[in-house]
């Protein structure tokens, strides 16, 4: 089977833009969950999608936002651009409540 | 939320070594898994394994849920070991793992 995969893998915006980011998870998987890496807080979950309803969100603003399909694959949009919004954001799928498998990621640069 | 602590947070061997990374959690949880992050991101899965033990060539886990904590054993390490070793936890919300801050793990030749 194909891994996770996101795109676009590099992504450079300026502040105050918005931004869309794919994530096609793995054949079957039901779930998918977005989650942001920096430098300073780490990996912080964002929120997870299970059969296109949002099961839990994390504590992350009302800019970040997200969706998810009838095939599975979800996006995840980030209006208003601040610089501290620069990352890298990875995607995970899982079949049920267990083994969750990342995408490649996303890094996104806001100037 | 469940709190996870990693130790050490930095670790350097000489290749060959062995090494033991501890991951500690404040509360029950129905998942755990440790995750190898490469240095161009990718959180590559080592193990699922909310409670017993697992191993994996010259990787194996153990977690011991009634004390909250759970060890990644790297045995004869390689310089391909290095980069940064994750543990994550759901608690009752599934879907969402709670990570620690990981271990930086440096094999020298």
């Known amino acids: 089977k194909a891994g996770v995969t996101q795109t676009p893998r590099y992504l450079i915006k300026t502040r105050g833009q918005q931004v869309t980011l794919s994530c096609s998870p793995i054949?079957?998987?039901?779930?998918v969950s977005w989650y942001q890496q920096t430098p300073g807080q780490g990996l912080q979950f964002l929120f997870e999608?299970?059969?296109?309803?949002?099961?839990n969100k994390g504590n992350f603003p009302g800019r970040f936002s997200g969706r998810q399909f009838s095939n599975s694959r979800s996006e995840m949009n980030v209006s208003t651009l601040e610089l501290g919004d620069s990352a890298l954001y990875l995607c995970?799928?899982?079949?049920?409540?267990?083994?969750?498998?990342f995408g490649p990621g996303t890094r996104l640069l806001v100037l | 939320g469940i709190q996870v602590e990693q130790s050490p947070p930095d670790l350097i061997l000489q290749e060959g070594a062995n090494s033991t990374l501890r991951c500690n959690f404040s509360?029950?949880?129905?998942?755990l898994q440790w995750f190898h992050q490469n240095p161009w991101g990718q959180l590559i899965n080592l193990f699922y394994?909310?409670?017993g033990t697992k191993q994996n060539g010259r990787l194996s886990a153990t977690t011991v849920a009634t004390e909250r904590y759970s060890l990644l054993y790297i045995s004869s390490s390689q310089t391909t070991d290095s980069g940064v070793y994750f543990c994550?936890?759901?608690?009752?919300?599934?879907?969402?793992?709670?990570f620690g801050a990981g271990t930086q793990v440096v094999v020298t030749p």
């Open positions: 054949s079957g998987h039901r779930s």
């Open positions: 999608y299970f059969s296109e309803t949002q099961r």
């Open positions: 994550a936890v759901v608690g009752d919300s599934w879907g969402k793992l709670q």
């Open positions: 509360d029950s949880v129905n998942n």
């Open positions: 995970a799928s899982s079949p049920q409540e267990e083994t969750q498998y």
């Open positions: 394994i909310p409670s």
